[in-house]
């Protein structure tokens, strides 16, 4: 039996790799998703872990920094924040 081949759908999915966490510890959207700035998921919004292992969106921890209160910790175990290397 010979069989043709007429059309082929690929499908993909990704996923960050983040240490443990699925959401963003600041607007507690899950990592596949936009954060509140961002239009599309993907290398436009990436994650920024810190050297505490928390994960987060590079724009809301950049926001968060931007903020008289964040004083440059952590928003969740308040350490300063230093990305991992």
């Known amino acids: ?3 043709t081949v007429k059309q082929w759908n690929a499908v993909a999915a990704w996923k960050w790799h983040a240490a443990d966490d699925e959401l963003c510890g600041i607007c507690r959207a899950k990592f ?3 954060c509140p700035t961002c239009k599309y998921p993907g290398d436009g ?3 920024i872990i810190g ?3 928390h994960s987060f969106h590079m724009h809301c921890m950049l926001k968060w920094l931007d903020t008289e209160t964040s004083q440059g910790l952590c928003p969740m175990c308040r350490q300063p924040f230093s990305t991992a290397d």
Do not use: F, R, S
């Open 1 to 3: 039996m010979k069989v």
């Open 32 to 34: 596949e998703a936009t």
């Open 45 to 47: 919004c990436p994650l």
């Open 51 to 53: 050297a505490c292992n």
